[in-house]
């Protein structure tokens, strides 16, 4: 049932933005930001999963990031994979990337779990600085990305890549939700809210928050593999603690506890970050006050407060 | 009437603090004439630790192009650059250049982002066409591979083989003179650094094949502290050090090499060592090091390059770097295009840019030329010369010869299956 | 690797000196930094990220007071107390808002202070880098040691560390404030039922640990450029020294620390492309193998 109506809401989604682009209503803006929105907001829906559901705080969440991008360039450069095969063989090489360092991070609680992450993500950091013969080094991956079309859909092309990227988001929400809703969701949660009742009924700790930690590094994956097509390159930046950050700073911004919240805070964080570019060099200034004042002011993302609030309200009612 | 002004000027006076010097330096110039000006895009860097490559990139391009303004402009149509920050970040200097052209139609590109940002442009506009000057990428293979290359993308600056030709030829000239026939290098580890090294080594000892490299020392790209690639360049022992950090990292190790007392047994051989900004700072400058030039207001000996340096100190309190001559360039070579196709056409602007030699302050001979085969910045003026601890802070220049220059880069590139 | 010249250089004396003065100093000087951490976190249980931008102030600070008055000693002195008291203004203002919240609130916090800062100074002192340069004063010829080399300011630093370290250790265990401050550790209710103020002993630590951190960055002011944005390797250097040393542990922060130098100094010798990727290494390996580090209370 709730998978049905996810799908229908997913559907209208994509078909109002489908009309709004290729209508007269497009405009390159409109474009550019759909592309970076549906990058970003899949990496912070997918670190969410750690975060809001199974309480794990990774600080290295752009490891698996990088990784995509990277994996789906070099493919793509060796001239012989197609789009499609090439995502999901970058999606599954990120999976496999995040069950090895999964396996040896999810073992360890709170702060030493967000480290050790964090650990691995500069490694992963430093060995594509260093391995400059497969990866560019500092200048990320040279020469473009090829993107032959596949099935009418030219990446090439911004729009074609836009409506493709929103395509993947939402389809990829429409899974995450689902995998939420499934007694694998629920287990995540007890094994957050009360690990103790969580071992007594048998749970494996180690299983689930594995399994989380390689769905989301997975989804993490796709996410680069955006990230690429869009500047149709690989930098070492997208693997970079600061990346981490950022996608920390989205979801701190729309909320943790409603599903959507992340992309909520992506729309804002984007908006945000667009608009003090535009007006000042002092990103860091403007950033920096605006984010003590939500931190301090609201000490939760915008949906939790709203959600919060409005239940209170329905509370009071007679 | 329609006044020029960067963005954001007037936000950064709401918030009312520091950096007169910079914005006092922007007059507003009136038009009796209103029309739409000419945009230019300036990707850039405004923020960490190399904020100087675009404020004085931003700073020497807002000189030029008030003087091209003041002037009445392509027919009555002002220039107007619009230069944001994309904090070092290459995935945002693509997202802002994309920006540039698509939200704001900006008609050309001045990317004053260094190599990284530099080459993550150069995909941006591969795929849209904007014409663009790449102003600080000193990364040879940016022009020099053909794969790279591509109608609407130039370079209007200093390359890293141009440099290590010179270098190395002065190198080799000083090594046989004073017998240095053990050579230690200590570079940043990235492209610029491992490939700009690997070319002077190259040359030097081409020129000189008694030199001889007995280690090497690779610090990270503004890294903190260079204690470490000291202490390994003094196991060594070394007669010659040849490195080409540059800026804060340059004065870090100069200032760290001399209290270990390197500088009394080595040679420093810092090819970006006679910059403005980096001289000034350096508190022990040793006497007699090597550099060759990044801008100096005494090199060439012109009259128009001393009244440049002028005219930017007393705008901007300070004196123009290696990044300033290079944007300065920038808007010359393009605004001569503008008014000699007489309107923007990207087509026609980019194929009067191929081959235009400009008459310049900067040039070897008086002027520079955007060549056309590679679209690179070349005649441009290199020199070597040793540094003393007070202005004119570089003495015993020594130019050199494109002629070499042209000639050895040919074969270089013919080694590179590039030729 | 170049694991022989490694062999060669262990095996003479004036390398092995070189080296190890080398390593030791810069160690301390990181140590400075990380027991600010270490103690902030012990106590407070708070991850203060924004520690590398105190260091990169004291480092400010230390310019603003020698330029004018050319004594190492005022500049050393108002790096600290500079430091010390942003620190408090932090800790009473900001972080003190977010105690008992979780990690992120901290993170956030703390990115948005450094983000703040590494602006703030660029109005005030320029984007551009600066250096203060070696004082006159310690401009002498390089001590030579069985034909190794250590320049005399490194001999200073190290002493004037080493002193602090000291003092650090006696007032710890040796004051009642010492005590306060280890008991609030492990049990700060109890400290609390005690009549003890813990809103001041945990203003008073966050300033002491801002205070370490302004000092180290005043001392490498005359060697490291000072330019926005230098928290931030320090930063991470710090915090692979807590890790590894167990967070909250200041004995763990000195080993661990001169561990790091060592790491360095030797590494530079015998795996100069992975002395980075060393450090991570050793980080993941202590986080895996024993997690509580070093010094760890926790089993």
């Known amino acids: 049932m709730g998978f049905g109506r996810d799908s229908a809401i997913a559907l209208a989604v994509l078909l109002v933005f489908i009309l709004l682009e290729f209508t007269g209503l497009r405009s390159a803006g409109l474009v550019d930001f759909a592309i970076r929105f549906a990058t970003f907001g899949l990496l912070a829906l997918s670190l969410n ?118 395509f993947c988001l939402v389809a990829s929400a429409v899974a995450l939700r689902q995998i939420l809703r499934s007694p694998f969701g629920a287990a995540l949660r007890m094994l957050r809210d009360n690990p103790d009742r969580a071992a007594f009924l048998g749970l494996s700790v180690f299983r689930y928050r594995l399994a989380a930690f390689v769905i989301a590094g997975s989804f993490a994956g796709l996410a680069g593999v955006l990230m690429s097509l869009y500047v149709s390159g690989a930098f070492p930046s997208f693997a970079f603690w600061t990346t981490s950050g950022e996608a920390i700073f989205m979801i701190m911004l729309g909320g943790v506890s409603v599903f959507l919240g992340p992309l909520v805070g992506t729309a804002i964080f984007l908006m945000l970050n667009d608009w003090i570019t535009a007006v000042t060099e002092h990103h860091g200034l403007f950033l920096g006050i605006i984010l003590l004042i939500i931190v301090l002011g609201l000490r939760k993302g915008l949906l939790d407060f709203a959600v919060e609030h409005w239940r209170a309200r329905r509370g009071n009612q007679p | 009437m329609s006044t020029i002004k960067p963005p954001g000027l007037h936000r950064r006076r709401l918030i009312g603090v520091g950096a007169a010097a910079a914005i006092t330096g922007f007059p507003n110039i009136g038009f009796t004439q209103a029309r739409q000006p000419i945009k230019i895009g300036v990707p850039t860097i405004l923020s960490g630790r190399v904020a100087q490559l675009g404020i004085s990139s931003r700073n020497a391009m807002q000189i030029e192009v008030d003087a091209f303004n003041a002037s009445g402009g392509l027919d009555g149509r002002p220039i107007e650059l619009i230069v944001r920050d994309s904090r070092g970040v290459p995935a945002e200097a693509a997202r802002i250049a994309r920006e540039m052209i698509s939200s704001d139609a900006v008609e050309f590109l001045f990317d004053a982002e260094p190599s990284s940002g530099g080459f993550a442009i150069h995909e941006v506009v591969r795929e849209t066409g904007t014409v663009t000057l790449h102003i600080n990428s000193e990364t040879s293979s940016l022009t020099a591979d053909p794969r790279q290359r ?13 440099d290590s030709i010179a270098g190395g030829y002065y190198a080799a000239s ?97 090819v970006n060592m006679a910059d403005y900004t980096t001289l000034q700072q350096v508190r022990n400058l040793p006497r007699g090091v090597h550099s060759g030039n990044r801008y100096l207001r005494n090199f060439p000996t012109v009259p128009e390059n001393l009244a440049f340096a002028t005219e930017y100190n007393r705008r901007f309190n300070t004196f123009p770097t290696n990044w300033s001559w290079q944007s300065a360039t ?42 056309a085969e590679d679209q690179t910045l070349v005649d441009y003026a290199i020199g070597w010369g040793t540094t003393i601890s007070a202005d004119p802070f570089v003495e015993n220049m020594q130019k050199a010869d494109w002629a070499t220059i042209r000639r050895l880069e040919a074969e270089w590139k013919r080694g590179k299956g590039w030729g | 690797m170049e694991l022989t010249e490694l062999g060669e250089c262990v095996s003479s004396l004036s390398c092995v000196v070189t080296q190890l003065a080398a390593g030791l100093t810069i160690g301390m000087l990181l140590f400075l930094v990380a027991s600010g951490l270490t103690l902030i976190f012990g106590v407070l249980g708070l991850v203060n990220f924004a520690h590398g931008s105190l260091y990169m102030m004291g480092a400010y600070f230390a310019l603003a007071a020698y330029g004018p008055t050319g004594s190492f000693a005022l500049a050393v002195l108002a790096g600290t107390l500079g430091a010390a008291l942003l620190g408090l203004f932090f800790e009473r203002f900001l972080l003190s808002r977010i105690y008992g919240q979780d990690v992120l609130m901290q993170l956030l916090v703390c990115y948005a202070i450094i983000l703040i800062l590494d602006d703030v100074v660029k109005i005030i002192w320029g984007a551009d880098f600066r250096n203060m340069g070696v004082p006159p004063a310690f401009l002498h010829p390089p001590f030579i040691i069985g034909g190794g080399v ?63 951190a302004g000092a180290a960055g005043a001392l490498s002011a005359p060697i490291r450029s000072v330019v926005p944005g230098a928290g931030v390797s320090i930063l991470i250097e710090s915090f692979i020294v807590t890790v590894i040393g167990g967070m909250g542990s200041i004995g763990g922060a000195l080993a661990a620390s001169l561990i790091l130098g060592l790491t360095r100094s030797f590494g530079s010798i015998g795996f100069p492309l992975f002395v980075e990727g060393a450090m991570f290494v050793i980080m993941a390996l202590v986080l895996i193998l024993r997690p509580s580090g070093l010094g760890g209370r926790r089993g």
């Open chain 1, 49 to 166: 999963l750690l975060i809001g559901s199974a309480g794990l705080v990774s600080f290295g969440h752009a490891a698996y990031f990088g990784m995509g991008a990277y994996s789906f360039g070099l493919l793509m450069q060796t001239g012989a994979w197609s789009v499609p095969a090439a995502i999901l063989a970058a999606v599954a090489m990120t999976a496999l990337l995040a069950l090895v360092i999964g396996a040896l991070c999810v073992r360890l609680s709170e702060i030493y779990f967000a480290f050790l992450t964090l650990a691995f993500q500069m490694l992963l950091h430093s060995l594509i600085l260093s391995w400059i013969g497969l990866t560019g080094g500092d200048q990320g991956l040279m020469g473009g990305i090829p993107k032959p079309p596949f099935l009418g859909v030219d990446l090439a092309r911004q729009d074609h890549l836009a409506a493709f990227s929103l």
């Open chain 2, 150 to 162: 591509f109608w609407n993308a130039f370079r209007v600056a200093r390359q890293g083989i141009h």
């Open chain 2, 330 to 371: 920038a808007v010359r070579l393009l605004t001569t295009a503008l008014r000699q196709v007489g309107g923007t056409n990207p087509r026609e602007v980019a194929a009067k840019l191929k081959g235009m030699t400009i008459e310049s302050p900067f040039g070897a001979e008086g002027t520079v030329t955007m060549r």
């Open chain 2, 174 to 270: 000083v090594a046989r003179s004073r017998n240095l026939r053990r050579w230690m290098t200590i570079s940043p580890d990235y492209a610029y650094g491992r490939d700009t090294t690997a070319e002077f080594v190259e040359f030097a000892r081409s020129f000189n094949a008694d030199i001889q490299i007995t280690g090497e020392t690779w610090p990270r790209l503004f890294q903190a502290d260079y204690t470490e690639n000291i202490t390994r360049l003094n196991q060594g022992r070394p007669q010659a050090v040849y490195s080409c950090l540059w800026a804060g990292d340059l004065v870090t190790f100069v200032e760290q090499a001399s209290i270990f007392g390197l500088f009394a047994q080595s040679q420093l051989f810092a």
């Open chain 3, 150 to 212: 250590v320049p005399y300011f490194y001999a200073i630093l190290f002493g004037i560390t080493a002193l602090i370290a000291v003092a650090l250790s006696y007032g710890m265990s040796r004051t009642r404030f010492g005590r306060i401050v280890r008991a609030a550790a492990v049990n700060p209710g109890m400290v609390g039922a005690l009549g003890i103020n813990t809103t001041v002993v945990y203003a008073a630590v966050f300033a002491i640990g801002a205070g370490l």
